[in-house]
């Protein structure tokens, strides 16, 4: 059992060591989400009314929330790229170590990253009128955590076939901030045209984000149901670790040279 855990007790506290000796990384994962949400909330102010009922800062501040778990998350796999450059993930993949155990470890460091994240970002929550009981709380970051894990794995997926880290930054412009946009974090299903509506229904991270809004806010009604949300972010999130583990169990040749 300790020949099991040692190695991902190892990578997870290689990821959280990394990161927060780049201070960079985590003034680049905390502060973009706060200049997006104070600009983009500030701008459009008052004059949207969010479906939590109050202006638009208290709509976006979930979805800013969400974005910091996506930056932090997905960043934090980048290193996969730089590991095989650098040489270590080829010693990690010719050593005694189990593919799964090289996933489990990263996804749990890059999870637990994103997770501290939004936690500081959750000091502004009395800001919004967000104020829960120990209850709501633990309810709060269980949906964090879920959100967090579903997106390191996602992260870990696409980096693992990428050698360039331009490319990993091409593949994010293209693919995952359309999905956080597409996610209900600038604006609500309701009102948009028929497409965007369907694809926002067929977009898993909709249903973290509407986990996430229901936690802190509450909000029932306008949102899918909050057990219908964590199942499909939990089967999101399993289903890419599985994914992640049997890419990782191919392997390429390059990646052991």
Known sequence: MISKVLPIYSLWSREIV?????????????????????????????????????DYLQYFYPGTLFLI????????TISLIQDRREGFLQSVLVAPVSRLGLVTGKILGGATLACSQGILFLLFAPLMGIHQDLSGWLLVLAVLFLNSVALTALGFVIAWRLHSIQGFHAVMNLLLIPLWLLSGALFPPEGSP?????????????????????????????????????????????????????????GRAEDVR
């Open 18 to 54: 990394r990161f927060y000796r780049q201070p960079s990384r985590v003034v680049g994962a905390l502060g973009s989400p706060l200049v997006f949400w104070l600009l983009i909330g500030s701008g459009v102010g008052s004059s949207f009314a969010g479906s939590s009922g109050g």
């Open 69 to 76: 778990l996506l930056f932090t998350a997905i960043f934090s």
């Open 194 to 250: 028929a497409w965007i509506q369907i694809v926002m229904k067929l977009n898993p991270l909709r249903y973290g984000l509407a986990a996430l809004r229901t936690s802190l806010y509450d909000e029932t009604a306008a949102a899918p149901p909050l057990g219908l949300c964590v199942i499909v972010t939990v089967v999101f999130g399993i289903a890419l670790m599985v994914f992640a583990a049997w890419v990782a169990s191919r």
